[in-house]
């Protein structure tokens, strides 16, 4: 009958799974929600190597940070250094409050932020480290903090936010 | 056997740098690239709270001139205007004053100060003798046996300027090495020649107030090194300076 004609694909015709696509596209692993925070810290005795050094800048203008992250990172691109990752810190905001006291006091108030920049560097060997920091120190602009230190535990958990339901549920259980 | 005497004599060298403190002047190109990046952005950008708010302001204004009684002055808004604002700030701009950037053109290339040339690397030199020879060099002083060749810079550093100065030797190893044959009347077999490694250190701080030992010191930049060093030595430290 034509109400119970189907063109169903037995598994033995030619062109069963005429449909399939997911085997075309890459494999999704399933996301793991921990992160890992070690990484391996080589010192080794003459060849020294750094393990992961973390360069941070610091300032007020916020384009000039920025451009200035952009330049480091291409800079360590094109000596082939590797870059761990390149992130940035969130922007302290400042309230400045001036007291006048000749004639009325007033108050007058500015506002500043701090914005931050970080790129991490795995693999510097350390003939090579200070030059590279002299190299960035003679192109830093005005206004602009440096600050080249290596990467430590305390480093990676100030990134991450603190939760006060998890710690005290931790706290109940224990 | 026992370990044969080297033939070379080595010496551990410093050379101090007191990084630039202001930028250098920007060439034509800088300028004009900077300028119109600057209007380019003016004009693409929207406006401010503040600039808002003096625009309102201003309306307000003219309302009240063309409709002469109108009810807002009722009100009596005891507001501090947005142009008073500005005008404050101006006042405060014109008060502040930036501190000169030659500081020592004027004082016609004193090469002994620090402030001199605040744009550009400093090299401390030191006259030394060796040999026969007042040289101008870069502070230097012999190994001895058993200390690593960076605490010999850092001797070398201590005794031409004293104990307490902040500078920040980076790393171990060293930037540069000169080496040469001493003439052949002092050379005998143990003695062949010298050579000299180059160390390289940060300034910290820019007050040496602390007596110096010897007199003839010099802060130089790069490119008058070639006044006062000779042409091989110069290649050398050439070869790790930065400009």
């Known amino acids: 009958d034509a109400l119970l004609g189907c063109h169903r694909s037995y598994r033995s015709r030619p062109t069963h799974g005429i449909g399939k696509f997911k085997y075309l596209l890459p494999k999704e692993l399933p996301k793991k929600r921990k992160e890992k925070v070690r990484m391996k810290e080589i010192d080794a005795g003459t060849e020294y190597q750094y393990g992961d050094v973390n360069i941070q800048m610091t300032s007020h203008d916020l384009c000039l940070v920025e451009h200035f992250a952009q330049y480091v990172h291409r800079l360590c691109n094109r000596l082939s250094i590797r870059v761990n990752e390149s992130y940035a810190m969130p922007t302290k905001t400042n309230e400045v409050l001036f007291m006048e006291e000749r004639g009325s006091k007033m108050q007058l108030d500015a506002v500043l932020t701090t914005h931050q920049r970080v790129i991490q560097v795995r693999g510097l060997s350390s003939t090579f480290a200070p030059i590279l920091l002299e190299i960035i120190q003679s192109s830093q602009p005005e206004g602009v903090h440096l600050l080249m230190k290596e990467h430590t535990e305390a480093d990676f958990k100030s990134r991450l936010k603190a939760r006060p339901e998890l710690e005290e549920l931790l706290a109940e259980m224990s | ?243």
């Open chain 2, 1 to 243: 056997s026992a370990a044969a005497p080297r033939p070379w004599k080595l010496f551990g060298a410093m050379c101090l740098v007191r990084l630039p403190q202001i930028t250098q002047p920007l060439e034509k190109v800088e300028e004009e690239m900077a300028a119109l990046m600057q209007q380019i952005e003016l004009e693409k950008s929207h406006y401010s709270d503040h600039e808002i708010r003096k625009l309102q302001e201003e309306e307000q204004l003219k309302k009240k001139k063309e409709s002469l009684y109108d009810e807002d002055e009722a009100r009596g808004k005891t507001v501090i205007m947005a142009q008073d604002l500005e005008e404050k700030w101006e006042q405060k701009f014109l008060q502040f004053k930036a501190a000169p950037r030659i500081t020592d053109a004027d004082k016609s290339n004193d090469r002994t100060s620090l402030n001199r040339k605040l744009d550009s690397n400093l090299m401390l030199l030191v006259k030394q003798k060796i040999g026969n020879q007042e040289l101008w060099l870069l502070p230097q002083v012999e190994w001895q046996p058993g200390e690593t060749l960076r605490s010999t810079a850092e001797r070398a550093m201590a005794t031409f300027l004293g104990d307490h100065i902040q500078a920040k030797v980076l790393g171990n190893a060293p930037y540069g090495i000169y080496k040469y044959k001493f003439p052949r009347a002092i050379r005998t077999e143990n003695n062949l020649g010298a050579k000299v490694f180059f160390f390289k250190a940060f300034l910290q701080s820019s007050d040496l107030s602390q007596a110096e030992l010897k007199a003839d010191y010099q802060w130089v930049t790069k490119k008058e090194l070639g006044d006062y060093l000779k042409s091989e030595y110069l290649k050398k430290v050439n070869r790790f300076l930065l400009d």
